[in-house]
């Protein structure tokens, strides 16, 4: 649900390390001890922690500033190296700390069995300077954001200050504040919009249990005292479950998919989320994005990103997620849906209208414009549009009322309000591929005809009901009245 061109820039700011996969086969154990012997194949290395994030969140069509710490090793240039195959990725905020090896996470594996993992890392918190040149990089990616990610691993680099610092300027700027935590409790935390603790983290943090889903809102409730804002537990095979303050609770299901391996996955998670709420999605939307996201990743072998493209047809097999058929979207949404249509080659078909009160006419229009492709969005004017054109003594409905009845028509995939007199920009945003008009309009007189011809569409116009409209319901209701 990726729908803008340039989705925003993200700021991710948390402890950067490296995935190294060594691969090959055990057909052995060792005459020296009781281990198996692996046979060497290849060796694999990306990006991991808040650099997964990052890495995820370019893929996915974000630019993103990251800021950590590195060693002044071997490894940082490894890490420099792999994410260099993600140029949307600003590295400028690194900072190096020659007192400490850049974290570096080594897995042995035989086949898709990890054998053992080798970690190499300093968790102790940063020297005075190094912590000031953190805050002062982190402070200067959030100027330039659409959203800041805290993806906090314990290895140092998110102390009590940098926290509060880039909250702080996150909040300066108006900018909503995700945290992927590690924390035993989230105090420190606060002032965020959103944490995303799995279900461990969940109960270290409150002590309770999300078995069921009633449970995990209960839970989730106790962790947001704790800091202030919403939350998003990620519990693996039981799904998410999201906290709103007020109380609001969305629990989404999780992907049934073959599970390789979960290495990653919160990363990626974390990524598509950030990249949805920068996009404009809300949260809600946002929550099945990532879900969708994580489901894909844990379908691959080791760490790995997941691509916009990947994610589009994902969501687009879905049914474009929380969107149902009818449904009342906004421009950004609807320009997501759409492309996630139009990415299964399914062809979009738009008319628009005031449609007050609804009549014959305009079942036959709608059922006449739904029969020229395989998905139909409806734009409707809003009541200032309506008012525009028809008058003060106009709509007779408001907005949402007609939204509601248009969307229960079941031809009608989604419904889009416009607020300009024409609907041109909606249609430039959307591109659909057949524009309908009544044949009572000249094609020349058709807003929006030329550019979608222009961009390989059609423009149909369709038979019309003679003597059905509004206006004359509206007369003939007032003359028998008066």
């Avoid at 390390?17 to 290395?45: C, F, K, Q, W």
């Avoid at 990251?66 to 420099?80: N, P, T």
């Avoid at 974390?270 to 949260?283: K, N």
């Avoid at 759409?338 to 305009?362: I, M, Y």
Wanted: charge should be negative; hydrophobic fraction near 45%.
């Amino acid at each position: 649900m990726l729908h803008k061109t340039e989705p925003g820039r993200i700021a991710v700011i948390g402890d950067v390390m490296i995935d190294r996969y060594i691969t090959g086969s055990v057909n052995r154990i060792s005459p020296e001890a009781p281990v198996p012997v692996l046979l060497h194949g290849a060796v694999r290395i990306v990006a991991g922690g808040a650099a997964n994030v990052a890495a995820n969140a370019a893929a996915l069509g974000a630019s993103v500033n990251l800021v950590g710490i590195v060693g002044a090793d071997a490894e940082a240039d490894e890490l420099r190296k792999v994410l260099a195959d993600h140029p949307a990725v600003d590295l400028s905020g690194l900072v190096t700390d020659t007192g400490r090896p850049t974290v570096t996470k080594t897995r042995v594996m035989s086949g898709r069995q990890q054998i053992v993992r080798i970690d190499a890392e300093s968790a102790s918190y940063p020297l005075p300077d190094i912590e000031t040149a953190i805050i002062a990089s982190g402070t200067q990616a959030v100027a330039n954001a659409d959203i800041l990610v805290l993806s906090d691993y314990a290895k140092g680099v998110l102390t009590d200050s940098v926290i509060a610092a880039l909250i702080q300027a996150a909040k300066a700027r108006g900018i909503p504040v995700i945290v992927d935590p590690k924390r035993r409790t989230f105090e420190a935390y606060r002032g965020a919009t959103l944490v995303t603790p799995n279900r461990r983290e969940l109960l270290e943090a409150t002590g309770l249990a999300d078995e069921t889903d009633e449970q995990a809102a209960i839970a989730a409730s106790a962790a947001a005292r704790q800091f202030g804002g919403d939350v998003l537990v990620t519990r693996a095979e039981k799904g998410m479950t999201l906290w709103r303050q007020g109380g609001a609770v969305t629990h989404v299901p999780a992907e049934a998919r073959e599970v390789f391996d979960v290495s990653g996955a919160g990363d990626t998670a974390l990524a598509a989320l950030a990249v949805a709420l920068a996009s404009g999605l809300p949260v809600e939307s946002g929550v099945v994005v990532a879900n969708k996201a994580a489901a894909i990743a844990v379908s691959k072998l080791g760490t790995a990103v997941v691509t916009r493209a990947e994610l589009l047809e994902s969501l687009a097999r879905a049914d474009i997620g929380p969107f149902p058929a009818g449904a009342l979207a906004t421009r950004e949404q609807a320009v997501t849906i759409v492309e996630g249509w139009k990415a299964r080659g399914e062809r979009v078909v738009f008319t628009n209208g005031c449609f007050d009160l609804l009549h014959p006419g305009h079942i036959a229009l709608i059922e006449a414009s739904a029969h020229e492709g395989d998905r139909l969005v409806v734009g409707l004017n809003t009541d200032a549009s309506v008012r525009r054109l028809k008058g003060e003594s106009r709509p007779l409905q408001d907005e949402e009322a007609r939204a509601c009845v248009m969307g229960a028509l079941r031809a009608v995939d989604l419904v889009v309000l416009f607020d300009e007199d024409t609907p041109l920009q909606l249609i430039e945003a959307l591109k659909p591929d057949i524009l309908v008009k009544g044949a009572d309009y000249k094609p020349e007189e058709v807003v929006g005809a030329d550019f979608v011809i222009a961009h390989g569409g059609r423009l149909v116009l369709a038979e019309i009901i003679p003597g059905r409209s509004t206006t004359a319901l509206v007369t003939k209701a007032t003359a028998k009245t008066g």
